[in-house]
Structure formats: structure tokens, C-alpha cells
């Protein structure tokens, strides 16, 4: 038999793949499935952006780059936190990765020795403590509820710190709550951050997905002390609907990002030539398809925070960003067989033909996350068969 490496026997399998898994053979026998498990914008990438990606080609751009990425892009990239974080890098500052998850990779390569603790505020993006764990570090979660509005408190924050940590995740807005964290709330973290030696990894690929006049803030832009003590993550796909052309980055203390990018070197070499022309103009072109999908995501959110209220046993927050909400449904479990988020994510695929993500994946096993990156219609229609299916 051939033995796998035992650095996987730490690594938990997604309980999501299951619910996918299923929903993929249901609706391949025929089944109609409405999916609200999806973890990307439904529209299409912005024509421009297409059409630079294509220019690119027809240039013959098509030869491996720096590993780090072509300067136009880390241009482009410098420009962009100038303009909408008031940051303030160089090129040496700043790798193009291969999606804002290989960004997050690499850092964790880069930073960890075995033994280091990583503070991560729960739900967590399912990510996060994978890639700890399989950098060898150890993920402290620091478990949230809807009462601080799923947000870590610098209460909670404190006490998880112990000499061993090394780093802490802020993910604002988050995937899979949406919660996000005002300047104020970002600033009392920040310090306590400081006040312990640890680095500040912000991961805001959401950035540009807040809602109801939210003003986002990175927490790295509080203070020069900050930033320097920082990583910021970003990248182009939920912004621009580009998930599948793999291109994200990172921003932090040098001697960090020369790491980061040494471990690239020697794993992916550079981010596709191609897309990295289409992220160059995704960040220096028109951004007007940013207010449009924002618009057009609001409405799904209220629509789908309304019809969840309004059935029994269920309480869902109004998420301040992201295209997620996150719902307790505890008040379901104890009927029908259903004993938790997995066996409900069953039930519902089962007997509504509705595909939702169960919150133990992400740590919270009171919740389910239901994403509305799909359209209203379908939104509509499976409100309504969860609604009937819980009765
Ligand atoms: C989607 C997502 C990312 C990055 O996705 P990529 O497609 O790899 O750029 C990073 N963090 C969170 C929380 C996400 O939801």
C-alpha cells in the first residue's frame, strides 16, 4: 500500500465535500437542485478585463514572468492601496500569487516554525486553519457568536494569547458571516496586537462588498506602527468576478514577502502571464461593475435575511458584507432527525433539494451558510422550500 505523508493526518477533511459531493450526484440523476452553497459572484468578469486578457495574448505575453509577478501589476497594486487604503508600498513590498488562497499559503510557509500559535476568530473561512496546520503551526480559534455580531471582542482576543502566539487573522468582512469590524473595533485589536509582538494578517478580499454605507477599513491603514507590523491579502476575484483566473496578493514587511516569494520559486513559479495583464487593467480600469454587482447583492441579501426571519426557529443577522448570511438554525434541530448544521445541510438537500453549507464546517455548528451570489429567483424559490421542508 502506498503510505501517504503523515502531515495530512492532521488535515481534516472539508464536511462540505460531502453536501457537494451529494448535491453533484442529485442533480446529475435528474434532481432539481437550487445551490446556495457557491463561494463565488454569479457575473461574469467585466468585458474590459476579457478584453485585456485577450490583448495579452494576441501580444504574446505568454512566457513565464518574475515570480513575484510583472511590475505593471505590482504597479497596479501599489496604486490600489495608495487610492482606496491610503497604504503606502514598493514594489519590494508586495508578490502576486496565485489567488489570494496561495498568497495565504505562502505566508503561513514563510512564517511558521512547529510549535507557533495562530489566533483565528471563529466562524473561520475553512482555509485559514488547514494551512496552518499543514505549516506546522497551530490554529487557536477564538469562537464568536451572534452576540458580539460574530465578531472577536480584545476580551477575547487577550485571553487567547499566550507566548506561543505568533499571529492573528482578521477576515473583514467575513466569509462566512459577513460581519464586519469598524475602525474603532480594528484599532482596539490592532493594539493589543502590538502590545504582544504579533503579526497582523488581514485578509480583505472582501473589501469592496460592504453594504448599507458601511465604510470598510484595512486595519493595517490605522497607523505606520501597524502596517509595519501587517499582511495585508487581497486579490482580484471577488471584486471583479475572477476566480478562476488566479491572481492574488499580498503586502507586508519585506524580509516577509522575500520569503514568500523564495517559497513560490520553488512551488508555482509566477501567477499566470495572462491573467496578470487582466488584473492590471481589473485595478487601473473603469470600477463601475463593482457598484453594479454591490446593488444588485444588497437586494439578494434582504430578500434572503427576510424569508429566513420569517420561518421559525431561525435568526438571521444582517451581514454588513461579503455575499453570505449566516443563520442560526439551532431552533430547528430536535425534529425531524435533524441533530445539527451537517444533518440539516441533508435534510434540506434531501427533502427541499436546496444545497446549503452546514456552520460546522466553519466552526459553528448552531449555523448554516447560505450564499447569495446566485439570482433572486432562485433565492426566492428555495426560501421557500426550506420554509416548507422545516415545517
Ligand atoms: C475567496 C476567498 C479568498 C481568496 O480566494 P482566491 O480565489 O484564492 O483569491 C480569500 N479569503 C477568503 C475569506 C475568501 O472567501
Not at 48 to 60: D, H, L, P, S
Not at 168 to 175: E, T
Not at 214 to 237: H, K, P, Q, R, Y
Amino acid at each position: 500500500m502506498l503510505k501517504i505523508s503523515t502531515r495530512l493526518d492532521t488535515l481534516e477533511e472539508s464536511v462540505t465535500l460531502a453536501i457537494t459531493a451529494k448535491a453533484k450526484a442529485l442533480k446529475a440523476g435528474g434532481r432539481d437542485i437550487l445551490g446556495l452553497g457557491a463561494g463565488e459572484p454569479d457575473f461574469d468578469t467585466p468585458e474590459n478585463i476579457k478584453e485585456a486578457a485577450i490583448e495579452a495574448i494576441r501580444k504574446g505575453y505568454t512566457k513565464y514572468t518574475p515570480v513575484g509577478g510583472i511590475v505593471e501589476l505590482k504597479d497596479a497594486i501599489i496604486e490600489k492601496f495608495k487610492r482606496d487604503n491610503g497604504l503606502h508600498y514598493d514594489r519590494a513590498d508586495v508578490i502576486v500569487s496565485c489567488g489570494g488562497k496561495h498568497s495565504i499559503y505562502n505566508l503561513f510557509q514563510a512564517l511558521l516554525n512547529p510549535g507557533d500559535e495562530v489566533i483565528i476568530p471563529g466562524p473561520y473561512w475553512v482555509s485559514y486553519p488547514a494551512i496552518v496546520t499543514l505549516s506546522g503551526g497551530t490554529p487557536v480559534i477564538v469562537s464568536t457568536t451572534v452576540a458580539t455580531g460574530f465578531k472577536m471582542t480584545p476580551e477575547a482576543f487577550a485571553t487567547a494569547i499566550t507566548p506561543q502566539t505568533k499571529a492573528v487573522i482578521i477576515n473583514s468582512p467575513s466569509n462566512p458571516t459577513g460581519a464586519a469590524y469598524t475602525k474603532a473595533e480594528l484599532a482596539a485589536l490592532a493594539a493589543l496586537a502590538l502590545k504582544n509582538g504579533l503579526l497582523i494578517i488581514t485578509d480583505d478580499i472582501y473589501e469592496k462588498l460592504v453594504y448599507d454605507g458601511f465604510e470598510f477599513t484595512s486595519i493595517a491603514s490605522i497607523s505606520d506602527e501597524i502596517m509595519c507590523s501587517s499582511v495585508v491579502l487581497n486579490g482580484v476575484s471577488k471584486a471583479y468576478s475572477m476566480t478562476g483566473w488566479r491572481i492574488g496578493y499580498a503586502a507586508g514587511p519585506r524580509e516577509l514577502i522575500s520569503a514568500m516569494t523564495k517559497i513560490q520559486s520553488q512551488s508555482t513559479s509566477n501567477p499566470a502571464s495572462i491573467s496578470q495583464w487582466a488584473a492590471v487593467e481589473a485595478l487601473n480600469g473603469p470600477q463601475d461593475s463593482i457598484s453594479s454587482m454591490t446593488k444588485e447583492f444588497v437586494k439578494r441579501r434582504d430578500i434572503m435575511v427576510d424569508g429566513l426571519n420569517a420561518i421559525e426557529g431561525v435568526k438571521c443577522p444582517v451581514p454588513s458584507g461579503a455575499f453570505y448570511v449566516f443563520p442560526d438554525v439551532s431552533g430547528l434541530y430536535g425534529r425531524n432527525g435533524i441533530t445539527g448544521s451537517v444533518s440539516l445541510s441533508a435534510y434540506l438537500l434531501d427533502t427541499a433539494g436546496v444545497a446549503v453549507v452546514p456552520g460546522s464546517a466553519f466552526g459553528d455548528d448552531n449555523s448554516l451558510r447560505l450564499s447569495y451570489a446566485t439570482s433572486l429567483d432562485t433565492i426566492v424559490d428555495a426560501i421557500e422550500r426550506i420554509a416548507k421542508a422545516v415545517k
